[in-house]
């Protein structure tokens, strides 16, 4: 949204121009600030032959007085969360079916979804943790603020991490060796790191490639997390991250039960 202000007779004042953002995204307001008052210096001196200058004044509905990294925390936490909970999965799953402990414990009564069921929420615990930890850090150390609540954040995270545990217990399961089952890290952290936001907005991502971000979980916990900690939004306004997270979990933790009994 954008008003016009213009300014006295003197031609050395400028004319002020409000934006009205959500500075959620540092990145984006400052592109969006800078290709304003570039079009807007264009129109008015070149088009119109006037010689007034023009000033470009973000006014931020969301983000006031925060700073890069306030913008880029909630990134790095869900990232971190991501990469703990998907990497310890993958390995130790694979390390439980080569050394034959695995096979062990299916031999007593317990079924294949109480054995997944545990491992997920075992490791799901361990993100919670990490996720606290970086929090903690962010929070102390980087004087990072929050607006909204903190146990929204690490529900959100924690409902990542169980995700990504059952894609690695799903990715394991289809592998024969520990190294053939480090192959597919790789293969989910690179496109995830860079197509979900982490670094930058999802705007700047070609657009021939944004459809794979709509695919990945880590796109919608960033975006659940940044809108809670910046823009102090709650349950009401997150849902639909947190529904897809939660959707995401349950598919590939039921895919690898299923897969475990077919084995």
Not at 76 to 100: C, D, K, N, Y
Not at 227 to 249: C, H, K, N, Q
Request: aromatic residues 8%; proline residues 5%; negative net charge.
């Amino acid at each position: 949204m954008m008003s016009f202000s213009p300014g006295n007779s003197s031609a050395a004042e400028a004319a002020t121009v409000t934006l009205f953002l959500d500075g959620s995204n540092i990145s984006i307001v400052q592109t969006v600030t800078s290709a304003v008052g570039s079009a807007l210096t264009d129109a008015v001196v070149d088009d119109l032959g006037m010689a007034q200058p023009v000033r470009v004044a973000p006014d931020m509905v969301y983000g006031e007085g925060r700073d890069f990294l306030d913008t880029f925390a909630p990134g790095v936490i869900s990232l971190a969360v991501m990469m703990v909970t998907f990497m310890i999965s993958i390995i130790s799953f694979i390390h439980e079916r080569t050394t034959g402990t695995l096979a062990r414990l299916l031999s007593t009564p317990v079924t294949e979804g109480e054995v997944v069921m545990g491992y997920a929420l075992a490791f799901g615990l361990v993100g919670l943790a990490q996720s606290a930890v970086v929090l903690a850090t962010a929070l102390l150390l980087f004087g990072v603020q929050v607006e909204g609540s903190l146990a929204l954040v690490l529900f959100t995270v924690f409902l990542l991490g169980m995700g990504m545990q059952g894609l690695g217990f799903l990715l394991s399961a289809n592998a024969r060796t520990e190294f053939q089952a480090v192959q597919f890290i790789p293969i989910i952290l690179f496109p995830s790191i860079l197509l979900s936001g982490v670094f930058w907005p999802l705007e700047s991502v070609p657009e021939v490639l944004r459809p794979i971000s709509y695919l990945l979980p880590l796109t919608y916990a960033v975006d659940g997390v940044r809108s809670v900690m910046v823009r102090g939004w709650g349950l009401e306004e997150i849902w639909p991250d947190l529904t897809v997270l939660l959707l995401f979990a349950v598919a590939v933790l039921a895919l690898s039960i299923a897969l475990m009994r077919r084995r």
